[in-house]
């Protein structure tokens, strides 16, 4: 499959999974959670239900589940600590919105972790019944 096609796929997925994980996001800050607990828990949701649609749909990984789930954590440890990263400095440091912080901060762990799908955490090319 083409980079290009699994990017509108890893895009498609991302849309519509963080469109909704963004909107609790909002939902629950406005309720009064801290920002960044917020980020937490929505973070875990839609990495969990991105697991699934990365792995069958964007990616077509047809390697071992439980090693791509490892790698998948990893990935997305790392992505929340960027997260969280950007968070700190933007918000707590520099005094922007939160709001607007978090969305930026979507687009850029977004973009670092479909380098990291596509490249260790779904290449089939890794795998013993790899392509």
Same mark, same amino acid.
């Given at each position: 499959?083409?980079s290009?096609?699994?990017?509108?796929?890893?895009?498609?997925?991302?849309?519509?999974?963080?469109?909704?994980i963004?909107?609790?996001?909002?939902?629950?800050?406005?309720?009064?959670?801290?920002?960044? !607990? *917020?980020? =937490?828990?929505? $973070? #875990?949701?839609?990495? &969990? +239900?991105?697991? @699934?649609?990365?792995?069958?749909?964007?990616?077509?990984?047809s390697?071992?589940?439980?090693?791509?789930?490892?790698?998948?954590? !990893? *990935?997305? =440890?790392?992505? $929340? #600590?960027?997260?969280? &990263? +950007?968070?700190? @400095?933007?918000?707590?440091?520099?005094?922007?919105?939160?709001?607007?912080?978090?969305?930026?901060?979507?687009?850029?762990?977004?973009?670092?972790?479909?380098?990291i799908?596509?490249?260790?955490?779904?290449?089939?090319s890794?795998?013993?019944?790899?392509?």
């Amino acid at each position: 499959m083409s980079s290009m096609l699994q990017l509108v796929r890893y895009g498609v997925v991302g849309v519509a999974s963080n469109a909704a994980i963004y909107g609790l996001y909002l939902l629950i800050t406005y309720l009064g959670m801290e920002a960044k !607990l *917020a980020m =937490t828990l929505v $973070y #875990l949701v839609g990495a &969990t +239900i991105g697991f @699934v649609g990365n792995r069958k749909w964007t990616f077509e990984h047809s390697g071992a589940a439980s090693g791509a789930a490892l790698r998948y954590v !990893l *990935a997305h =440890t790392f992505g $929340y #600590l960027l997260n969280l &990263t +950007i968070l700190y @400095v933007f918000v707590d440091r520099y005094g922007y919105p939160h709001q607007w912080v978090q969305a930026a901060a979507i687009v850029v762990v977004a973009g670092w972790l479909f380098v990291i799908f596509k490249f260790l955490v779904f290449n089939d090319s890794k795998s013993p019944r790899g392509k």
